[in-house]
C-alpha cells in the first residue's frame, strides 16, 4: 500500500489488517501545490491473517 502520510486512517487500517510499514518515500507527491510524504506498507503472503499459511 502506498498512502500519504497525512493519510492517518489508511495506515491504522492497515497496521491493524497485518500490513507493516516498509519505508517513506520523501516529497514524493505533488499534491495542491506542494510535495508530501508517502508511506508505503507491505504485507507478505504468509502473514496475511487469512491466508493460513501462518
Given at each position: 500500500?502506498?498512502?500519504?502520510?497525512?493519510?492517518?486512517?489508511?495506515?491504522?487500517?492497515?497496521?491493524?489488517?497485518?500490513?507493516?510499514?516498509?519505508?517513506?518515500?520523501?516529497?514524493?507527491?505533488?499534491?495542491?501545490g506542494e510535495?508530501?510524504?508517502?508511506?508505503?506498507?507491505?504485507?507478505?503472503?504468509?502473514?496475511?491473517?487469512?491466508?493460513?499459511a501462518a
Amino acid at each position: 500500500i502506498e498512502t500519504l502520510s497525512d493519510n492517518e486512517g489508511m495506515i491504522r487500517a492497515a497496521e491493524r489488517n497485518g500490513f507493516v510499514r516498509e519505508g517513506v518515500l520523501r516529497n514524493s507527491a505533488w499534491v495542491l501545490g506542494e510535495f508530501m510524504d508517502e508511506v508505503v506498507l507491505g504485507l507478505l503472503a504468509g502473514e496475511w491473517k487469512g491466508s493460513g499459511a501462518a
